[in-house]
T-cell receptor, first 113, second 112 residues
Framework: EPEVTQTPSHQVTQMGQEVILRCVPI?????FYWYRQILGQKVEFLVS????????KSEIFDDQFSVERPDGSNFTLKIRSTKLEDSAMYFC???????????FGQGTRLTVV | GNSVTQMEGPVTLSEEAFLTINCTYT??????LFWYVQYPGEGLQLLLK?????DKGSNKGFEATYRKETTSFHLEKGSVQVSDSAVYFC???????????FGKGTRLSVIA
């Protein structure tokens, strides 16, 4: 069964460093998303991406965040200068065009120290 | 804006007990409703969904009915197992490809 894959599963980084989280969405999906879950809190939407551009973003997705689809398969989230409060589980998801159901990856746990 | 409210956890049940996790929503229009499950150390998995009023979603013995009149989508299971221990998230989506809005999650622990 096709699935969304994310790498790495866990990343530890120092405050102020840049990190790139990687995702391979399901191959025939056209919409891609990033969500995050701070420990013990709810899952929050960050950004959606369609047709090589951001289609929607939340207030959380400020200038330190960026997304890119560098090739035909990968979808990345870059955090330019990490802060302690960026520590969270980051989930990538994808969906077909017109679909309401999103398929999630296993998540990347980011720890900023 | 849209929002989802779930009952606070954690919920601890004995094996074979009946489970209800309450979920109510606020939305303009007619959203699709979902329950996602997160097993320990894993990502989010879709458990079930309903796309219109009075639809019942079901999977793995879990059920939820889309109640427009009470704006609710309560999750139920008649007999829980230890393997059902997880965090359950209620969520909604306005229409195709719009972002999901999640509730805070309810942690369920089932003891033998």
């Amino acid at each position: 069964e096709p699935e969304v894959t994310q790498t790495p599963s866990h990343q530890v980084t120092q405050m102020g460093q840049e990190v790139i989280l990687r995702c391979v969405p399901i191959s025939n999906h056209l919409y891609f998303y990033w969500y995050r879950q701070i420990l013990g809190q709810k899952v929050e939407f960050l950004v959606s991406f369609y047709n090589n551009e951001i289609s929607e973003k939340s207030e959380i997705f400020d200038d330190q965040f960026s997304v890119e689809r560098p090739d035909g398969s990968n979808f990345t989230l870059k955090i330019r200068s990490t802060k302690l409060e960026d520590s969270a589980m980051y989930f990538c998801a994808s969906s077909v065009e017109g679909g309401t159901e999103a398929f999630f990856g296993q998540g990347t746990r980011l720890t900023v120290v | 804006g849209n929002s989802v409210t779930q009952m606070e956890g954690p919920v601890t049940l004995s094996e074979e007990a009946f489970l209800t996790i309450n979920c109510t929503y606020t939305a303009t229009g007619y959203p699709s409703l979902f329950w996602y499950v997160q097993y320990p150390g894993e990502g989010l998995q879709l458990l079930l969904k309903a796309t219109k009023a009075d639809d019942k979603g079901s999977n793995k013995g879990f059920e939820a009915t889309y109640r427009k009149e009470t704006t609710s989508f309560h999750l139920e299971k008649g007999s829980v197992q230890v393997s059902d221990s997880a965090v359950y998230f209620c969520a909604l989506s306005d229409q195709g490809n719009t972002p999901l809005v999640f509730g805070k999650g309810t942690r369920l622990s089932v003891i033998a």
